[in-house]
């Protein structure tokens, strides 16, 4: 994937990103993009409660040297696939950078149509969840019960990779991963291990690694157990609670902003109607936004103590409740944008 070029370079690394942004904006988790620099700057990187690398195959020493400083000083890390297997000149490195934060040794990727998980045997807060107890099988469009939970599944000309291992810390949990058609092995003939993920505690901190290019899976098949584990992955890893709880529905887009000591909740709704101009319509090549289909009743909380909540740019006073540490206010009704402002 580092030495890819033009249309391979952008379909080996941006699925992946793509997938894991799908996943923070339907779960409402509030991500910040930081930059090549910022990964090498501890202090920058201890302002975050998790530290999230979709495909980060190119790593610097230097910034896997922050990483593993920031790790073992409480902060949370959950990586995918090739993270840190090539220098940052895209040449492969012979170790892994990152391989102690891992607890794996890997080898190089391996593509299947079809991954999927074992639903049961294994015990970890990350997979204490229905949405993951009750996955299954796709089948028309639905997800039904089965013994194995899809993660991928797709035509033989569009495979997803996965990392196969050959060794694996005896402190780390995991689940094993299952791929379509024969037993794949290695280049030196050694069964290559196949994990879903390997999660373990390192130092203070804690660390989620996905064998699996699952960003790019999701991106591609969004099967609701990957974005559940995804979910729950970050969750787990990061050293603090979100500083922001919804139960948006999942077209509804939230992002927050602190402004001084006060908490800013954008809410954008994507539910529109462009009528018959928009897709599948082959011929139309562009559309105006006919109706808004208005959201109702959504819930609202922000960390810490705030005794106000004006909604904007209505400006009414919303009530708000202290509830688990968070105060939590009711937006009515959301059509196109509103925006809820929490104060002390």
Excluded at 227 to 249: F, G, K, M, V, Y
Aim: aromatic content about 8%; proline content about 6%.
């Amino acid at each position: 994937y580092a030495n890819a070029h033009g249309k391979d370079a952008y379909h080996a690394y941006m699925k992946n990103v793509f997938g894991f942004f799908q996943v923070a904006l339907e779960m409402h988790l509030p991500v910040e993009i930081i930059t090549d620099d910022d990964l090498a700057d501890l202090g920058k990187l201890q302002r975050y409660a998790a530290l999230l690398l979709p495909n980060s195959a190119c790593l610097s020493t230097p910034q896997a040297q922050a990483v593993e400083r920031y790790v073992q000083a409480g902060g949370g890390l959950v990586a995918s696939f090739e993270t840190g297997g090539f220098d940052e000149d895209g040449t492969r490195r012979e170790e892994p950078a990152l391989t102690t934060l891992f607890g794996v040794s890997r080898q190089e990727s391996v593509l299947s149509d079809h991954w999927t998980m074992p639903l049961q045997g294994v015990q970890h807060p990350i997979l204490d969840h229905p949405d993951i107890q009750k996955a299954g099988a796709w089948h028309q469009g639905q997800s039904e019960r089965a013994k194995n939970g899809d993660l991928y599944s797709g035509p033989m000309n569009r495979l997803v990779g996965a990392v196969p291992l050959t060794s694996l810390a005896q402190d780390a949990v995991s689940v094993q991963l299952l791929g379509a058609g024969k037993p794949t092995t290695l280049t030196d003939e050694k069964p290559g291990i196949h994990k879903t993920f390997v999660a373990r505690q390192v130092g203070k901190g804690k660390v989620v690694f996905f064998p699996l290019d699952i960003g790019h899976a999701y991106y591609v098949f969004n099967h609701p157990l990957a974005r559940r584990i995804i979910t729950r992955s970050l969750e787990w890893a990061a050293s603090r609670p979100s500083p922001l709880r919804t139960d948006a529905l999942m077209s509804v887009q939230t992002v927050l902003y602190e402004k001084g000591d006060a908490r800013l909740v954008h809410l954008v709704n994507d539910i529109s109607s462009f009528g018959r101009a928009a897709a599948p319509n082959p011929e139309a090549f562009t559309a105006f936004r006919s109706e808004v289909a208005p959201v109702h009743n959504v819930t609202v909380s922000v960390h810490g103590v705030f005794r106000e909540a004006l909604l904007l740019p209505e400006g009414r006073t919303l009530a708000v409740t202290a509830k688990d540490g968070y105060s939590e206010a009711t937006v009515p009704r959301v059509d196109i944008h509103s925006l809820a402002v929490f104060t002390r």
